[in-house]
């Protein structure tokens, strides 16, 4: 049984200390964050320690891996701390905002041959594996374009976005590693707009609401994504990729599968799930087994913290692309 | 090119008479109904001649063919009328609600070896031929299953409801006519319920509003039908085809395609085409060009006046197995 | 902590047990199947006790309740046992296939004040939770009539069939449960339909393997059934309930969300989910959430031995109702 | 009742020819094609007239107005001879594929206030109509972004493609106008990707097959467009557009609604319409419509000369655009 340390104890944290909890194979020692009431709440609720101290949590004895999820500032420390004393990682991304700071422990880990793997969780979404598993089994042929749908149910707080990175770093990253996932290839070249049109006030921070991007391969191969803060409609999350012998598609989710004709419109449907705990739930217990699986199997992670800073630099690159408006080689 | 008298100029025969006009291959040369301001309008829009008396537009030696659109109880005389003359009849249904008196007329076309196509619309529906061919085309194996869901969008007027012969013989005849056709074999045994749902004062006609049945064949297949005569979201017209390699059906139609995404309700969809004169507008074209390839191919109807005593017998052992609970054979 | 025992480690009961597992306010302490092997293999598998005798873990004094998956005979005995303890009980339905057996340990469960829940899962499960709430929210109005479309995947094996009771009370009785729960009111009438479309064969049993039903309630209220043993396309399970404000029904499940265009057929989705135990994974997990949370609100049980009778006795009616081509008056 | 002499009696020429002829208020008088034996057929057909000479066509004194389907490079010639007889026009995009002649040539028009519509046939979609029509309701609040995908179902041949003035001119295009349109706003910038993934032959045109497109409007509007030469599911029409409020989009359309639950997949539906005949047949009746609506109600035309250059002159700096690499300001 593995014995597993988890840090921070907000939003993500809560959701992997409970899949931890609830998997047989895993046993949570631990939860840590310098907050102590959080702390204290989620180990009760799940009978485990807690700490104020995440990078005590860390050194436990009784602590065979480390979850991290925790302040962004923080990850690459923590994940060091853990990959020196050997125990695997599993880190929230981004691994750093600073792209230089995230390669120089990139390489740190790699050289230390740390087991880390980056919690690109939207790749262990059922759907997102189906649309992989179809390119894989040749259901589109080869891959020719590819369109990314993805938008947010409304603004995040003025507060967080100013810490957020910007869009592209905080935002579109996760379309960034989907695009690089299933195009197969890394793209060499963006271009990229960026507008205020949820909140002509971002400009102060100065960050976009609304982004529309092209990336394109070293082959050839196309892929467009399209980013707003706002969608009136909840959490919109499509992709669509379409090859020589087909095209295959996702749609969004529901709570249920009711279908409703009334004298007003007919076949309406439940509304969207909410935003992405509730969407992409199924991720984080996918991506957790994916982790352990990979422990015991001693394979390749299936996402490392090198696709982490290959994401954040298609970021900064799509960044310098919509600023300049000029196309930029990544 | 056919020269076409239309009699009645109503609700239908208008509709036969513009898709008449709009035929090259036809020439519509009089429309006849008793309501001359009905008559006079209809012929002037469409620059033809008008009469008020349908027996002499029937007589006319300009005319070659007729479709008969006119009150139920002139259907028999009108036709046979035709037939002895040898002009060619699109009839609209029921060729007449007493059975007997409809027999005995099917006899006398029979025996003049009349040409006399039933206006079964429905059966010209783009998507019921579509079924009809999905199951000669062996997609759905042999057929076990026919499920038809068929709701009006309101609750037709009193008076059209005293004179209608009752909801089996005015509403749910076309669905007896669908069934046996999809199914490919006669019913030898009908189940009936009526209820009083919609508007409990239909007792003093008395009529149903509210229906459900089930048809077998002599080969153990299975039908059910459910009629209701107010749909608060619109005309509902759906018919499944379940057999012993899988199962096709088709979907009500829409205006356009449009997908709405709001706050309120996603993937809302435009409300239904109103009612049949909309919904199966297609069918009337189809039908009249079924009736017209007929003639010039010397072949047989596609549906026959037998074919509308058929539908209309079921229809009179459905209303008794209503009212007396019982399972009646056909 | 609730202590639980788990009586039979069949595919219900591994189902059950594993749900108990995985809940942090149970502990499953035994399972109990006089097969050793699949007991044990159980046991082993969650990390608690397997017992050979289903009475003895009943018995146990670390045992607070009792979850009864072993064969429908066993069922009366091993609750009634279970009640006299003071034990709740959550028993898999039907209760037992002779209805005086069952109306007699019913009665005496009654007297005894027994918290029995007995298993009708798919009340739990979230689409049709979700039928029920748009319903009760008057989202449809006056039910007037309910289409419940019920067919398996593949015929199952003759030796079970043979023990079944009969398509009715094995297979029909679900969806008795459900238009019973829909309609909100007790049929009163029912008639029926009954062939061997699938296997001739059945004959000898004898059994049915394709039915149409007609329900009626004291109301007027209307439910049609239909029932397939063999769908080519996999497990179909679709609730259409129509009132006097609108329809809401539900959908299949799929594996995933895939839409595939390819040059053979547009918009194909994913094969349903292969069977009850994949369609209502989740009804069985709320089902035990809903039993517990009963328990521990002193609240009525969501689904009583007396809905069972009832269903049971509905199925009854509805054989002779097939066998004799009559109506029956329930 | 308007004479009408249709110029052109190929693909495009015998729509306009056989909707004029179906149209009561409009007399066909003549086609006039170069190919005589085309010419002949439809003429013959059509009841009507035909001659080898448009120009004669044109100056007839029994034609009232003129429909332009011939080879693009004739387009102007035979407009400004409409034009200078103070005949309206009816006239196939593009008006010229060399701009400098093309503006020369509206000018000229606006000079002498001829009355000419540009066929831009798909603003006159049912669908395209329905989404406009939502975005003028407001269901869509403010416009944000704008998603327009557009996929032949096959490569035309090389020599089609040879004279065809590049995908941008020839296809794209077409979406231009969509997105002005939809946008409420002309374009200022465009960003295009062009490669060459169905056929890298294409090289020796040059010309690219899939293309990619970013537009922004003044006010920081942005729309996508993708195109591919050759979609292997058929001919792939799809508009999205996103708002403050929503989002409206439509769906590609088939011969009929039917879907098929089969082993294999469930849910199919049928093949996409085959090409723009079918998937717009619509559109040229309604776009016949208009345009003598137009004529009689003396409004300004829905879709004019000017239009096209505004349309065409994106695509140009599109090309540019995706040469270059850098941003066009349009």
Redesign the interface.
């Known amino acids: 049984m593995l014995r597993i340390a988890v840090l921070g104890a907000g939003r993500i944290g809560k959701i992997h200390a409970a899949n931890v909890?609830?998997d047989?194979r895993l046993k949570l020692v631990v939860v840590a964050d310098p907050n102590e009431a959080a702390a204290a709440e989620l180990a009760s609720s799940l009978?485990c320690d807690f700490s104020l101290d995440c990078g005590a949590a860390v050194d436990r004895e009784d602590v065979d891996a480390v979850i991290i999820g925790t302040p962004t500032d923080t990850h690459i420390d923590l994940t060091l701390r853990a990959v020196r004393l050997g125990k695997p990682v599993l880190c929230e991304k981004p691994i750093d905002l600073d792209i230089d700071r995230a390669l120089a422990a990139v390489e740190e880990i790699e050289r230390l041959q740390g087991k880390v793997m980056l919690a690109f969780n939207r790749r262990f979404d059922?759907?997102a594996?189906?649309?992989k598993k179809?390119i894989r089994d040749g259901?589109v042929?080869?891959v020719?374009?590819v369109?990314i749908?993805s938008?947010d149910p409304g603004l995040a707080p003025r507060e967080y976005l100013r810490h957020s990175g910007g869009i592209f770093r905080d935002m579109t990253i996760h379309d960034f590693d989907t695009a690089r996932w299933l195009l197969g290839e890394d793209p060499v070249?963006v271009?990229a707009?960026g507008?205020?049109?949820?909140d002509p006030g971002l400009e102060e921070i100065p960050d976009f609401d609304?982004?529309?991007v092209?990336l394109?391969t070293a082959s050839?191969?196309?892929?467009?994504i399209?980013n707003?803060r706002?969608?009136?409609?909840?959490f919109?999350q499509r992709v669509e990729v379409?090859g020589?012998?087909?095209?295959?598609?996702?749609?969004?989710?529901?709570?249920?599968?009711?279908?409703?004709?009334?004298?007003?419109?007919?076949?309406?449907?439940?509304?969207?799930l909410n935003f992405f705990l509730e969407r992409h739930a199924d991720s984080y217990r996918v991506e957790l087994n994916a982790f352990i699986d990979t422990l015991q199997s001693g394979t390749a992670m299936p996402a490392t913290p090198r696709d982490g800073i290959r994401a954040l630099h298609i970021a900064n690159c799509a960044l310098e692309a919509a600023q300049s408006?000029?196309?930029v080689r990544i």
């Open positions: 909890a609830a047989r009978a059922p759907d594996m189906a649309l179809a259901e042929g080869d020719r374009q369109v749908t938008r070249e271009m707009m507008n205020r049109l949820v609304s982004v529309m092209l394109r050839g191969k196309q892929c467009h399209n707003s706002q969608a009136a409609y909840g919109d379409f020589s012998k087909g095209m295959v598609l996702n749609e969004n989710h529901r709570p249920s599968s009711l279908r409703r004709w009334t004298s007003g419109a007919t076949e309406a449907r439940d509304p969207l408006g000029r196309t």
